[in-house]
């Protein structure tokens, strides 16, 4: 009988985690240079949690469960920001302003597996709590730019595509769209770019809509608005204005956005958002907390590993594994007796030492299994420990010295 990992999710052998760290190296790199402090969660939350603002239909998409003889719903964790709003809910008033917080949590989402889009994901959050003005919306775009940059990735490749809920309510209300059908249009209109032309005609329809309602986004819209002209000044004073363009198409399918909205994607549109986000002024308070003004982002290492390795921006796993400092071999009987105890010298003194596992005695294939690891050294124990001696071989420069064992630390960290 053989066993498979669960439809949507990925097994991580050494190569892939190696990958995947790199991506996480980058995140947290660029949440901590911003002065973000990490959080994290419990895995599930109650169901509620998710259900008190988007309703009962989100259920479909959760992993949910109820513990065996007990009476209480839970699910498994689609998003972070509601356990963010609770957080913060519960330290009530004594949360300080601003408070700026991120995490690297893993999510699961009950949805059909496709590209770009798995029921295991692991996300990057960061969200800046206590601000009510464009200036931390910029700072928190300004993250994600950073690691996106770190990671070899520029303005030409990726685009941050801004949007304002006021605005696009406004125009969606102006165009016919009966208010009480308004949050069924915004959805529509986030999930339009997902859709043939023609599957999102039978949708509009469907709901009695006209198409002109939502194709009036494809056209330049010149806005007056306040929050947008301030965030278009912050933008240029973050340097980060070429990466960025004002899109209403964008909305953001969540209901407890509040203003400024935005997605990041690959600018030829072949993949689905790399990262999403936006402001969410009401939603700790919802939680029972106070009146907190708060804005953030989710980046998924997902889509962005299709967008890294389709600009041959992620090399192999390999590459990032880390590599020892040293690597010692026994050639002989008496280098076995003194292997564990030299290994564990080396470790003790803060190096990363390996050792080969192999039992021939050929020094030419033990020094290739070194090689193949990218060690720095090699510490081979062999016919000099009769002069109380070690080989060791510099793999870079190819040279070989004799070293005397208590000098062998010295040499190995000069």
């Given at each position: 009988?053989?066993?498979?990992?669960?439809?949507?999710?990925?097994?991580?052998?050494?190569?892939?985690?190696?990958?995947?760290?790199?991506?996480?190296?980058?995140?947290?790199?660029?949440?901590?240079?911003?002065?973000?402090?990490?959080?994290?969660?419990?895995?599930?939350?109650?169901?509620?949690?998710?259900?008190?603002?988007?309703?009962?239909?989100?259920?479909?998409?959760?992993?949910?469960?109820?513990?065996?003889?007990?009476?209480?719903?839970?699910?498994?964790?689609?998003?972070?920001?509601?356990?963010?709003a609770r957080m913060a809910a519960a330290k009530g008033r004594s949360l300080p302003l601003?408070?700026?917080?991120?995490?690297?949590?893993?999510?699961?989402?009950?949805?059909?597996?496709?590209?770009?889009?798995?029921?295991?994901?692991?996300?990057?959050?960061?969200?800046?709590?206590?601000?009510?003005?464009?200036?931390?919306?910029?700072?928190?775009?300004?993250?994600?730019?950073?690691?996106?940059?770190?990671?070899?990735?520029?303005?030409?490749?990726?685009?941050?595509?801004?949007?304002?809920?006021?605005?696009?309510?406004?125009?969606?209300?102006?165009?016919?769209?009966?208010?009480?059908?308004?949050?069924?249009?915004?959805?529509?209109?986030?999930?339009?770019?997902?859709?043939?032309?023609?599957?999102?005609?039978?949708?509009?329809?469907?709901?009695?809509?006209?198409?002109?309602?939502?194709?009036?986004?494809?056209?330049?819209?010149?806005?007056?608005?306040?929050?947008?002209?301030?965030?278009?000044?912050?933008?240029?004073?973050?340097?980060?204005?070429?990466?960025?363009?004002?899109?209403?198409?964008?909305?953001?399918?969540?209901?407890?956005?509040?203003?400024?909205?935005?997605?990041?994607?690959?600018?030829?549109?072949?993949?689905?958002?790399?990262?999403?986000?936006?402001?969410?002024?009401?939603?700790?308070?919802?939680?029972?907390?106070?009146?907190?003004?708060?804005?953030?982002?989710?980046?998924?290492?997902?889509?962005?590993?299709?967008?890294?390795?389709?600009?041959?921006?992620?090399?192999?796993?390999?590459?990032?594994?880390?590599?020892?400092?040293?690597?010692?071999?026994?050639?002989?009987?008496?280098?076995?007796?003194?292997?564990?105890?030299?290994?564990?010298?080396?470790?003790?003194?803060?190096?990363?030492?390996?050792?080969?596992?192999?039992?021939?005695?050929?020094?030419?294939?033990?020094?290739?299994?070194?090689?193949?690891?990218?060690?720095?050294?090699?510490?081979?124990?062999?016919?000099?420990?009769?002069?109380?001696?070690?080989?060791?071989?510099?793999?870079?420069?190819?040279?070989?010295?004799?070293?005397?064992?208590?000098?062998?630390?010295?040499?190995?960290?000069?």
């Amino acid at each position: 009988m053989t066993h498979q990992a669960p439809k949507g999710t990925r097994d991580f052998f050494p190569p892939d985690l190696a990958v995947l760290r790199h991506i996480e190296t980058a995140w947290r790199d660029a949440s901590i240079d911003a002065g973000f402090d990490e959080i994290e969660g419990p895995t599930f939350e109650h169901l509620d949690l998710y259900t008190v603002k988007s309703g009962e239909g989100i259920v479909n998409d959760l992993f949910s469960f109820k513990r065996s003889g007990g009476d209480v719903d839970y699910a498994l964790r689609p998003e972070f920001t509601p356990t963010l709003a609770r957080m913060a809910a519960a330290k009530g008033r004594s949360l300080p302003l601003p408070t700026k917080w991120f995490g690297i949590p893993g999510h699961f989402r009950a949805e059909r597996p496709q590209r770009g889009r798995l029921r295991e994901f692991k996300q990057w959050n960061v969200d800046l709590l206590g601000i009510d003005n464009p200036s931390a919306d910029s700072e928190v775009i300004a993250t994600a730019i950073q690691a996106l940059a770190t990671l070899g990735l520029t303005h030409k490749d990726v685009v941050v595509r801004i949007s304002h809920r006021d605005v696009v309510t406004k125009m969606l209300l102006n165009s016919g769209i009966p208010k009480d059908k308004l949050q069924v249009a915004l959805t529509l209109l986030d999930k339009r770019e997902k859709m043939s032309a023609e599957v999102f005609e039978e949708k509009t329809k469907e709901h009695g809509f006209e198409t002109k309602s939502f194709t009036q986004f494809d056209c330049d819209v010149s806005i007056e608005h306040e929050e947008l002209t301030s965030l278009q000044e912050e933008l240029v004073a973050w340097g980060i204005q070429e990466w960025c363009t004002f899109d209403f198409n964008i909305v953001r399918g969540i209901a407890y956005y509040t203003g400024i909205v935005f997605e990041i994607h690959e600018r030829s549109g072949a993949e689905r958002a790399i990262a999403g986000g936006g402001r969410y002024d009401n939603l700790i308070e919802m939680f029972g907390g106070p009146s907190v003004p708060a804005v953030g982002f989710g980046m998924g290492d997902v889509v962005l590993s299709l967008v890294l390795k389709d600009k041959g921006l992620l090399k192999d796993g390999a590459h990032y594994m880390p590599t020892p400092d040293v690597f010692v071999v026994s050639a002989c009987d008496e280098g076995d007796e003194v292997l564990s105890s030299t290994i564990a010298m080396l470790r003790e003194n803060g190096l990363h030492a390996r050792r080969s596992y192999k039992t021939t005695r050929n020094v030419g294939k033990l020094l290739t299994e070194a090689a193949k690891t990218q060690a720095a050294f090699a510490v081979i124990l062999g016919k000099e420990l009769e002069q109380n001696m070690f080989a060791v071989k510099d793999m870079k420069s190819g040279e070989q010295v004799d070293i005397p064992i208590d000098h062998l630390l010295s040499h190995l960290t000069s």
